[in-house]
């Protein structure tokens, strides 16, 4: 019935499996943002934006690539306009905005893997 419209079945497990980690997720906003704080947030962005080239420190950026509330073409932006001359991008396949809460517990081990390994690297 999905493909018949152009909906492929994979696309309706995967919009499921999204709301379902949404619902687990007890501190998440599940509704429409106010105008006020749209415009805030798009104003913030904005100005960040304007600003990524002043990053110099060490800079670790991990971001999940099935994002759907924070586009992994941010993260990438930030990782080629960041001054510094140590950063390291990790984008983390099949993981959403959240990574260490509602994904599966192998992704949330990786990515602290991940954060522990760069934190050795940094303090030796």
Partial sequence: ?????????????????????????????????????????????????????????????????????TDPSISKALYEKASSSDKKLILCKDAYHSLLVGEPDEMILQVFGDIISWLDEHTS
Wanted: proline fraction near 3%; include cysteine; hydrophobic fraction near 40%.
């Fill in 1 to 69: 019935m999905f493909i018949s419209r152009g909906i492929s079945c994979y696309n309706v497990l995967s919009t499921v499996f999204f709301c379902m980690q949404a619902a687990y997720n007890v501190i998440a906003y599940k509704h429409k943002p106010r105008l006020q704080t749209a415009v805030e947030l798009l104003n913030t962005t904005q100005e960040l934006e304007k600003q990524l080239d002043k990053v110099y420190l060490p800079l670790l950026i991990m971001h999940g690539e099935n994002d759907r509330v």
